[in-house]
């Protein structure tokens, strides 16, 4: 399957529309199901150097930062939506488009979840480009392109009350994932400098680790 971007419904919708608040209900239930916060959460600790602070990309609602923040990670958020009124006083809020954010350099880690999928090819690299001058860890987890992942959210989706966002959103996002080592490469994350490690997980999940070689 050739990978493709399509506009994601959430995406237009007002933070407070009732269709979104279902929708980030859906996902908050689809990341406990997949375990991808689980996953993050127990990956990222060990990866990071004492006083180094991370950034997670399209923070959203918050739930991932405040589980980092419990596992003793410096996080902090940057998201076009407005603050969550959990996230806490010593986590700094960026409200940001991350192609145009220029305080990356205050970052040692990068952290995505089922973020990067939204952007083109282009813009991945460039993203990429800017990270590779600035970060020494990335760590994130989006959608697989594989029919299998297709095949489970179809089956699971009327499980939960997925709604006609979220259904929708879920499709595209998944023709928008990513195989093997697509996402380190489009971020040009490659050796001699990088040390890289891309999984696809039976779920339906493309995780990817990459640290900056001394």
Do not use: K
């Not at 209900?25 to 991370?54: C, F, M, Q, V, Y």
């Not at 986590?91 to 305080?103: E, M, V």
């Not at 970052?107 to 282009?122: K, M, S």
């Not at 959608?143 to 499709?171: S, Y």
Request: aromatic residues 6%.
């Amino acid at each position: 399957m050739r990978r493709t971007i399509q506009p994601e419904i959430l995406d237009g919708l007002a933070p407070d529309h009732p269709d979104a608040r279902h929708s980030r209900r859906d996902l908050r239930l689809t990341n406990a199901l997949a375990g991808s916060h689980r996953w993050i959460a127990r990956t990222l600790p060990s990866l990071l150097r004492p006083g180094e602070r991370a950034l997670e990309l399209g923070a959203g609602t918050g739930e991932l930062g405040a589980r980092l923040a419990a596992a003793g990670v410096a996080i902090d958020g940057l998201d076009t939506w407005p603050r969550p009124a959990g996230w806490l006083a010593a986590q700094t809020w960026h409200r940001a488009d991350l192609r145009t954010f220029t305080g990356y350099d205050a970052y040692a880690a990068i952290v995505g979840n089922l973020i990067f999928h939204h952007f083109t090819a282009d813009e991945l690299a460039a993203l990429g480009a800017t990270l590779r001058r600035q970060a020494r860890v990335v760590v994130a987890c989006e959608p697989a392109r594989v029919r299998r992942a297709h095949t489970l959210f179809r089956l699971l989706a009327p499980l939960f009350g997925a709604n006609h966002v979220t259904r929708h959103d879920a499709r595209v996002s998944i023709a928008a994932g990513f195989r093997d080592d697509e996402l380190a490469r489009a971020l040009g994350l490659a050796a001699p400098d990088w040390e890289v490690r891309s999984t696809t997980t039976l779920l339906g999940l493309h995780r990817l680790v990459a640290i900056r070689r001394a």
